[in-house]
């Protein structure tokens, strides 16, 4: 059961703007849930970039703030990644990620390249 499905990933040139969707299962889709989006360049580990707390704040690790906007739209069960004045270190694999109730979720991975 697919219950994640991450769309938008593109190849961008530097300083443009992507904005990735995740389509989330409703059975998870819940404000109570750490919902978020991880990470992964090439030879590196995942790291969470932004995310919604389970109290429902907004985080961004430093190296996204003012870049980089997280939004989830509760009619649609679905979570977003604005990204804007993107950087050839935004390249990569970017996975939208949820846990609920003691479970971690993931999704497939869309892909996000930024060159010239």
């Known amino acids: 059961q697919v219950l994640l499905v991450e769309s938008g990933g593109a190849l961008v040139q530097p300083g443009g703007s992507l904005t990735l969707s995740c389509a989330v299962s409703?059975?998870?889709?819940?404000?109570?849930?750490?919902m978020g989006w991880y990470h992964q360049a090439p030879g590196k580990e995942r790291e969470l970039v932004a995310s919604?707390?389970?109290?429902?704040?907004?985080t961004y690790v430093d190296s996204v703030k003012g870049r980089f906007t997280i939004s989830r739209d509760t009619t649609t069960n679905t979570l977003y990644l604005l990204m804007n004045s993107l950087k050839f270190d935004d390249t990569g694999v970017y996975y939208c990620y949820v846990r609920y109730l003691g479970s971690d979720y993931w999704g497939q991975g869309t892909q996000v390249t930024v060159s010239s």
């Open positions: 409703q059975t998870i889709f819940s404000r109570h849930a750490l």
């Open positions: 919604f707390t389970t109290g429902g704040g907004r």
